[in-house]
């Protein structure tokens, strides 16, 4: 098995395939081992797609590879193998949905998943036994018919949680706005603010969280930044989010085939950085302008 992201975020569908391997008996590596009978290439971003590192003969998923194939029911729906990188994560990890009710031009999820729909409970991926954490990947959690079944769950069981692919602040109502609130082990509440023609109802879902009981300061929000090239809407949306004193996150926008589509002003302001180290990186990968 191969996991070009090398990321540290467990490749998902990687340690399913390890479990049902060795469910069977068979013996898994997360390498490059000196001979095998099967091998798996997996990865999610284009940009670290790296065919030369593919063995011949490899079964190769991911978006990163533009693949939009599926693992079989019988893999998909097992609990993943967490040992496979070597060391415990210190996580679960899964999705409770699959899909999305948007199609925003940026995104593949709604291509390559179609409408929103439940996909699993926590206690298929959550290995109770190891980890209080758990990592949900849903794309958009909250319009899922069994959001509330997903809430209901992960406060029952005080599992500290992250939404780690964000949650949909335009559908962000006085319950979901109680829910997240009694959720309570959270690492961050993320959401996305990716166009400035959301503004009324970002700063309608900001509203709704803090009377709840939630401080702005707990909000995360991921920002893409380089798509529109709309300088101004890129700079309001950060203004109404420094307003409220919410965390923030830019997403410089990368294409399908890699491209980095660097803000549409230049250099992206100190201030904007929500993780300084990963800026930095991209800088030097694509040549990125970071102040």
Same mark, same amino acid.
């Given at each position: 098995?191969?996991?070009?992201?090398?990321?540290?975020?467990?490749?998902?569908?990687?340690?399913?395939?390890?479990?049902?391997?060795?469910?069977?008996?068979?013996?898994?590596?997360?390498?490059?081992?000196?001979?095998?009978?099967?091998?798996?290439?997996?990865?999610?971003?284009?940009?670290?797609?790296?065919?030369?590192?593919?063995?011949?003969?490899?079964?190769?998923?991911?978006?990163?590879?533009?693949?939009?194939?599926?693992?079989?029911?019988?893999?998909?729906?097992?609990?993943?193998?967490?040992?496979?990188?070597? $060391?415990?994560?210190?996580?679960?990890?899964?999705?409770?949905?699959?899909?999305? !009710?948007?199609?925003?031009?940026?995104?593949?999820?709604?291509?390559?998943?179609?409408?929103?729909?439940?996909?699993?409970?926590?206690?298929?991926?959550?290995?109770?036994?190891?980890?209080?954490?758990?990592?949900?990947?849903?794309?958009?959690?909250?319009?899922?018919?069994?959001?509330?079944?997903? %809430?209901?769950?992960?406060?029952?069981?005080?599992?500290?949680?992250?939404?780690?692919?964000?949650?949909? !602040?335009?559908?962000?109502?006085?319950?979901?706005?109680?829910?997240?609130?009694?959720?309570?082990?959270?690492?961050?509440?993320?959401? +996305?603010?990716?166009?400035? +023609?959301?503004?009324?109802?970002?700063?309608?879902?900001?509203?709704?969280?803090?009377?709840?009981?939630?401080?702005?300061? $707990?909000?995360?929000?991921?920002?893409?930044?380089?798509?529109?090239?709309?300088?101004?809407?890129?700079?309001?949306?950060?203004?109404?989010?420094?307003?409220?004193?919410?965390?923030?996150?830019? %997403?410089?926008? !990368?294409?399908?085939?890699?491209?980095?589509?660097?803000?549409?002003?230049?250099?992206?302001?100190?201030?904007?950085?929500?993780?300084?180290?990963? %800026?930095?990186?991209?800088?030097?990968?694509?040549?990125?302008?970071?102040?």
């Amino acid at each position: 098995m191969r996991d070009l992201d090398n990321t540290g975020f467990g490749n998902l569908a990687l340690m399913k395939l390890s479990a049902w391997h060795k469910r069977r008996g068979d013996q898994v590596f997360l390498s490059q081992a000196p001979a095998w009978d099967r091998s798996y290439v997996s990865c999610v971003f284009t940009i670290n797609v790296k065919e030369e590192e593919c063995p011949p003969g490899a079964e190769i998923g991911g978006t990163g590879f533009k693949a939009n194939g599926w693992l079989p029911p019988e893999v998909e729906h097992i609990m993943p193998d967490y040992s496979v990188y070597g $060391q415990d994560l210190g996580y679960s990890t899964g999705f409770t949905s699959r899909g999305c !009710i948007r199609r925003c031009p940026w995104c593949v999820v709604h291509e390559k998943e179609g409408g929103i729909k439940p996909w699993a409970e926590i206690y298929e991926f959550w290995d109770r036994h190891h980890h209080d954490r758990i990592r949900l990947l849903d794309n958009n959690l909250l319009a899922s018919p069994n959001w509330r079944e997903t %809430m209901e769950a992960v406060i029952r069981e005080r599992l500290l949680v992250d939404f780690n692919q964000g949650l949909d !602040i335009r559908l962000v109502t006085d319950e979901v706005a109680s829910y997240l609130k009694r959720v309570g082990r959270c690492t961050k509440l993320r959401f +996305s603010f990716d166009e400035w +023609s959301n503004h009324e109802a970002v700063r309608e879902g900001i509203r709704r969280l803090v009377e709840a009981g939630l401080y702005a300061s $707990q909000l995360h929000f991921y920002l893409l930044l380089g798509f529109t090239q709309d300088p101004d809407g890129d700079y309001a949306r950060l203004d109404l989010l420094r307003e409220f004193g919410c965390s923030i996150f830019p %997403m410089v926008y !990368i294409d399908g085939d890699g491209v980095v589509h660097p803000p549409a002003r230049g250099p992206i302001p100190k201030d904007m950085h929500g993780d300084r180290n990963r %800026m930095r990186k991209l800088a030097r990968l694509k040549g990125v302008v970071t102040h």
